[in-house]
């Protein structure tokens, strides 16, 4: 599985581009985080990966092929998107949710067997989510949604999943069991796109870093030699300093 | 919950039977079990009279109600998941404005039953064609397609009220007003055809889909990224959806709260799952229109127009639901 943004640039509005020459490319196993200021593009570059935007110039290839070109059902099988978790309106069950995964596997007017249930079964286990599985959506915690959300990607079959600030609204302890579940995944080849608020979750769980500065994928590299103060305060226009724990791990800090 | 699920399907199985049977006992001529089941079976032993009354007249509308109760309860509930909103029911669309409009048409021309049917079915698909337009030259997005629905069923509100304006208050006035209340009592063999027609084929056309109405309830993005094209699965959901409101609304009038309340007893016994409440909706609508109309023709010396029995019953359900609704998302206590 490989994903690859190439030159991409687009604009909502012509003449306005939010993105302007944007390159990444993702492979099996890969965590790269896409790091940015708040408007940077790091949206607009998601949905353009997905295939919800077309880039209006550049291309995005799936293994070679231009996203654009591949049927929607079988890009779904291969590429997944977890959004922000959100409030349902309807109180489905985890499994439920999960369940919906499987869309892109069954036709317009077959309901879900037993093979789909098996893959709900096998994605939610991956995330560790097998207990919750009859409980509704709407009574499990941010970080049990966001796994939720991340096994119904699985379901789809996808071999790499998109996430849209995966951290949001989640405490610390969520947070950790959420990157916990991604870093599982990645090291069985799984690979993810992750925009991020969060340098220090990039320092964390990233084995590749992508800063998005006014559109343009200006620095990418490891996150040991890319997030330095000098790319940070490019990103977000404040000073910033790197600390290093009793651990080794290096945090940043607002200087 | 899996046991209280498979409770709630056995007793749908026997309820709707039950409800069928009743409304062709029940009338004004008392009941008479034994003739009824003779009249039914054609069998000897029952004047000419009463078997006309059975067959030609409790049997059609019964029918008609069944059809008319599953088809309000069914498009309410595939509008309910894909406006996303518990709220909304059938009429979201514009399709009963559009119906009353082509109604009233045919009542102050005269145009008789096939006429006002023809006429009011034609009105209704118009409204929603329009909204459709609206939405389509913006993006057909649910909430470009709920201001839709609002302005063009107030646009056919206008044009209902010029109608009623300028129709004979001595004829065809109160022929508007009465017909608005809404009722089953113009439902016969020569009436229901294009009813039973159409709730056939939109009944099995949301029984086949139901399953992926749950994908049409989470977001567009969502939706696509799981390889749905959902413009187009939206617009079929829409179009059936209508279809099946304006042929009920035909032969029976203005009919609310079936398509509001009923898809939210259903959702309350067997989740959310469309999968499930698809075909619970569709029984409990026909059996509570079923169960409504025989108190519609019986309850007083004459008849109870049935679009103010499903208000008296409706409004009260509404409430208790609406208050389970903010109770579950914590707004009251």
Not at chain 1, 3 to 13: D, G, I, N, Q
Not at chain 1, 201 to 206: G, I, Q, R, T, V
Not at chain 2, 51 to 80: D, E, H
Not at chain 2, 302 to 311: A, D, H, K, V
Request: glycine content about 10%; overall charge positive; aromatic content about 6%.
């Amino acid at each position: 599985m490989n994903l690859e943004a190439r030159h991409v640039s687009y604009a909502y509005v012509p003449g306005q581009r939010v993105l302007r020459d944007t390159s990444l490319s993702v492979g099996p196993g890969d965590a790269v985080f896409v790091l940015g200021a708040n408007g940077s593009g790091k949206t607009t570059l998601l949905d353009c990966l997905i295939g919800l935007r077309r880039p209006q110039e550049g291309i995005v290839l799936l293994d070679g092929d231009d996203l654009q070109r591949i049927p929607p059902r079988e890009r779904a099988r291969r590429i997944g998107l977890v959004p922000q978790i959100h409030e349902p309106v309807f109180a489905y069950t985890v499994g439920e949710i999960v369940l919906m995964g499987r869309a892109p596997h069954l036709g317009l007017f077959a309901r879900p067997g037993k093979r789909d249930q098996d893959a709900v079964h096998r994605a939610l286990e991956a995330v560790e989510l097998r207990s919750l599985r009859d409980r509704p959506y709407t009574e499990t915690s941010g970080g049990e949604r966001q796994r939720a959300l991340i096994a119904r990607g699985l379901a789809q079959g996808a071999a790499c999943l998109l996430m849209d600030e995966p951290a949001a609204h989640l405490d610390p302890h969520h947070q950790a069991d959420v990157f916990a579940a991604v870093s599982r995944l990645s090291s069985e080849g799984f690979s993810f796109v992750i925009a991020s608020h969060q340098p220090n979750h990039a320092l964390l769980y990233a084995n590749r870093v992508v800063f998005l500065i006014d559109g343009e994928t200006k620095v990418q590299g490891p996150p040991e030699t890319v997030v330095t103060p000098e790319t940070l305060r490019l990103a977000y226009g404040m000073a910033f300093e790197i600390v290093r724990g009793a651990h080794g791990t290096r945090a940043v800090i607002p200087k | 919950m899996t046991n209280s699920r498979g409770r709630t399907t056995w007793l749908l199985v026997l309820l709707l039977p039950l409800a069928f049977l009743s409304a062709i006992l029940v009338g004004r001529y008392g009941i008479r079990v034994e003739e009824t089941f003779r009249a039914l079976f054609g069998l000897d032993g029952v004047s000419e009279v009463f078997r006309a009354l059975v067959l030609r007249v409790r049997l059609p509308r019964a029918l008609a109600a069944a059809c008319i109760g599953a088809n309000l309860a069914v498009s309410g509930a595939a509008f309910q998941g894909l406006f996303r909103n518990p709220l909304v029911d059938s009429r979201i669309l514009g399709v009963s404005s559009g119906a009353a409009f082509g109604a009233a048409v045919a009542l102050l021309i005269s145009a008789g039953t096939v006429g006002l049917q023809a006429l009011a079915f034609v009105f209704a698909l118009l409204a929603v064609g329009l909204v459709c337009l609206i939405g389509l030259c913006f993006g057909s997005s649910p909430l470009v397609l709920v201001i839709g629905g609002i302005l063009i069923s107030a646009l056919f509100n206008a044009l209902l009220g010029l109608v009623k304006y300028v129709a004979d208050p001595l004829s065809s006035l109160p022929a508007i007003t009465y017909w608005l209340l809404g009722g089953l009592s113009q439902a016969r063999w020569e009436t229901i055809g294009p009813l039973l027609a159409v709730t056939g084929g939109g009944l099995v056309f949301f029984h086949v889909i139901r399953w992926r109405l749950n994908v049409l309830s989470l977001s567009d993005s969502e939706a696509t990224a799981m390889g749905i094209r959902i413009r187009g699965l939206r617009a079929f959901v829409i179009t059936a959806g209508t279809i099946l409101i304006a042929s009920s609304v035909a032969v029976a009038g203005m009919i609310g709260w079936i398509g509001l309340v009923v898809p939210h007893v259903a959702r309350a016994w067997v989740g959310p799952d469309h999968g499930r409440m698809i075909p619970v909706s569709a029984a409990l609508g026909a059996i509570t229109v079923l169960t409504l109309d025989a108190i519609a023709r019986t309850a007083m010396a004459s008849e109870i127009p049935l679009g103010i029995l499903t208000g008296l019953i409706g409004v009260p359900a509404f409430f208790i639901l609406f208050l389970q609704f903010l109770q579950s998302r914590g707004e009251v206590r």
